[in-house]
């Protein structure tokens, strides 16, 4: 399997002009404030802006698109609704709430088969309407050189669905439970975890105990280094990073806010393996997301 497959060099972005916090995921997302306003739309709009341009200058290659539309206000979230993977796979997803289902976009799913090879397209969003949700890599935390893929329990996604989905993708399934400080459910799992190819950043306090040793043997299985997150922490979006491999090798994409809530002892670890790469997206973050939402990898050849 191809390096640059396992941690892309490719990526999709989307540059909303009309952004405001989705009041649909008000309820089960607890990074979430209100921002609505002309000024949050154009401070949204020029986060996105500046961070495809920091991307493209560490050598990724950007593929940004345009929302100029109102109805899809978490739609600068891409990789909540299709996912690429190593074996030629594209798939797109199940949404939670019905203004995020809007936000499947059949353009960007043509540009990826007529630019990339995809080997098979598999489309679980019409499961939506029977009840059944499955956040990509929002729900789905993926190991790709591991073949291992994780998930927290929640609304957004489901139990079923996702074993259904590693057995038919060849993933190694580790399903376990992550709660707040409130005992409220974890929405997302990479706002929990981040895989990277030589470590792992986890809030491990908010797994279950009896849960905490299959991951753990999980992570020694893959020889990752494990850097443990607090709480604090994760409310500063540092689970929510993707390990991306720009001009000079490996770099984590974060944002600043994440940046700045890492100590000195765990930046070093991270450094002996890839670059940190801060971007500043504190608008974005009052959505309830920051950079790895951000950002769609292509696990896929170029044609």
């Not at 990789?79 to 949404?95: A, Q, R």
């Not at 098979?120 to 939506?128: F, G, K, N």
Request: glycine residues 6%; negative net charge; contains cysteine.
């Amino acid at each position: 399997m191809k390096t640059q497959l396992i941690t892309p060099t490719d990526i999709i972005m989307i540059r909303p002009h009309q952004f405001v916090s989705n009041p649909q995921t008000m309820q089960d997302n607890a990074f979430q404030v209100v921002a609505c306003s002309k000024q949050i739309s154009q401070l949204a709009y020029d986060e996105v802006s500046k961070a495809a341009a920091q991307l493209s200058a560490a050598g990724i290659q950007v593929h940004l698109f345009e929302d100029e539309g109102n109805s899809t206000p978490d739609s600068v979230f891409p990789n909540n609704w299709f996912s690429t993977h190593c074996s030629g796979e594209l798939i797109t997803y199940p949404m939670y709430v019905p203004n995020r289902r809007l936000e499947l976009r059949q353009d960007i799913i043509a540009f990826i088969r007529e630019r990339y090879q995809v080997s098979c397209y598999r489309d679980l969003s019409p499961l939506a309407e029977q009840g059944w949700f499955l956040e990509g890599t929002g729900s789905i935390v993926i190991d790709h050189a591991g073949a291992t893929a994780y998930a927290v329990a929640s609304k957004r996604t489901d139990k079923t669905l996702f074993t259904e989905w590693c057995q038919q993708l060849g993933y190694q399934a580790q399903l376990f439970d992550a709660t707040d400080a409130s005992g409220k459910a974890v929405y997302h799992t990479n706002v929990l975890m981040c895989v990277a190819e030589h470590f792992v950043l986890i809030g491990l306090d908010m797994v279950p105990k009896n849960q905490q040793t299959a991951l753990l043997a999980s992570f020694d299985k893959q020889q990752k280094t494990v850097i443990t997150l607090s709480p604090e922490q994760i409310n500063h979006f540092c689970g929510n990073a993707i390990e991306l491999k720009g001009k000079d090798g490996n770099l984590l994409a974060l944002s600043s806010t994440a940046y700045q809530a890492l100590t000195p002892a765990q930046i070093a670890v991270i450094r002996q393996s890839a670059q940190l790469l801060p971007i500043e997206v504190s608008t974005i973050e009052t959505a309830g997301g920051s950079l790895r939402c951000m950002i769609a990898g292509i696990h896929l050849a170029q044609r």
